[in-house]
């Protein structure tokens, strides 16, 4: 069955400042979209405001699955819905260690109750195809994780909970060579009729192990140019300055 999450016309402003200014983007399940563009464009701002945090201000227009409005639903609504979001930088939760986190997200989402022991059996194989110590379930959430920790956490995290779409914010110049075929990994096995991902990046780097149907550049805040693998390695050789000076042009600056 096909889902679809559209963002159209989307405004946010943080502290009265506008940073998302008409942005459209639709993704539809089956594709695994790239989105690109300079530092402070806003793309981080654009994860911030699909997982519903309080701080990013949606000023205009609308963000729907299956034509259901997301932003009035409660983050762990969102989750419920099938919406799961990646963060360039997750935080540490005191006392909470990975196993049970992610028991109590996987129930939070499906709304049964799945035993300890079958649980721990599906967790169990989904670290085993992401090739993670055991010992890992046992520590505290983001306590002392490496980059690549946190990465492989999160991707745990999306094989259980099997989401219609995935947002993943990539540090890509932080991770390793491992870490980004771990995330590789992940997108590619959840790869089907059902999931379709969004993966924002600087780099071709992970380009190369998930391969993207679409790429899109934001620049100051909106959808610039939008196309196909080839836009991200014409990006690798010319940077984002030609794209810029259009925009820059177009919208009379
Ligand atoms: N919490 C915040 N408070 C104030 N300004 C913010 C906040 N979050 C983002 N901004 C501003 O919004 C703009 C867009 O930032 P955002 O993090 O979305 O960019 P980005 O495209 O993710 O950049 P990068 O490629 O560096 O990760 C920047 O000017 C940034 O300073
Ligand atoms: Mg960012």
């Known amino acids: 069955m096909g889902n679809v999450l559209e963002i ?19 993704l539809k399940s089956g594709e695994i ?7 402070g464009s806003g793309k981080t ?8 945090h309080p701080r990013y201000e949606v000023t205009k227009g609308e963000v729907l699955l299956n034509g259901e409005n ?28 990975v196993a049970n986190f992610l028991r109590t997200a996987l129930n939070s989402v499906r709304g049964t ?5 079958d649980f721990f059996e599906l967790m169990q194989q989904k670290m085993n195809f992401l090739e ?30 099997q989401p219609k779409f995935g947002i993943l914010d990539e540090t890509d110049s932080g991770l390793d060579i491992d870490a980004l075929k771990v995330v590789s990994k992940g997108v590619n096995a959840l790869r089907s009729e059902d999931f379709g ?8 780097r992970i380009l190369r192990y998930i391969e993207p149907d679409v790429v899109h550049v934001m620049i100051d805040g909106r959808i610039e ?7 991200s390695l014409e990006l690798e050789e010319k940077g984002y300055d030609w794209i810029k000076e259009d925009v820059e042009a177009a919208r009379g600056r």
């Open 225 to 231: 140019r939008t196309g196909g693998k080839e836009l």
């Open 113 to 117: 109750e799945l035993s300890a022991w």
């Open 8 to 26: 159209r016309d989307l405004h946010v402003q943080i502290d009265d400042k506008p940073i998302l200014k008409g942005l459209n983007l639709t």
């Open 197 to 204: 991902a969004l993966v924002i990046t600087h780099y071709n």
């Open 132 to 161: 993670m110590d055991e010992s890992f379930a046992k520590r505290y959430l983001n306590e002392g994780f490496s980059g690549g920790e946190k990465k492989r956490n999160e991707m745990l995290q999306m094989l259980l909970l």
């Open 70 to 97: 997301v932003l009035e639903m409660a983050p762990d609504e969102r989750a419920r819905r099938g919406l799961f979001l990646a963060f360039q930088y997750p935080s540490e939760v005191a006392g909470v260690t």
């Open 33 to 39: 979209h790239a989105l690109m563009g300079p530092n």
């Open 45 to 52: 701002t654009l994860s911030f405001t699909l997982m519903g």
